[in-house]
């Protein structure tokens, strides 16, 4: 299935979002010294992730100039 321009724009406001709210989280938790620190990196692996999502998402919005 195809996503048109709009859908892509509306997953990329949600994974900015997603992206946005784990920052937060990961701040709160890393300013905390009870913070179980697997948790954390956990966290970090999937900002990551998301980062990668937006990337690739975004990238769908450039118009292929060979074509």
Do not use: F, W
Not at 7 to 20: A, D, K, N
Not at 58 to 65: A, G, K, M, V
């Amino acid at each position: 299935m195809t996503m048109d321009e709009s859908e892509i724009r509306s997953r990329i406001r949600q994974l900015v979002e997603e992206h946005r709210e784990l920052d937060q989280a990961i701040i709160q938790m890393a300013e905390n010294p009870a913070t179980d620190q697997l948790e954390l990196r956990r966290l970090k692996k999937r900002k990551l992730r998301l980062k990668d999502q937006i990337a690739r998402y975004e990238s769908r919005l450039i118009p292929d100039l060979g074509a």
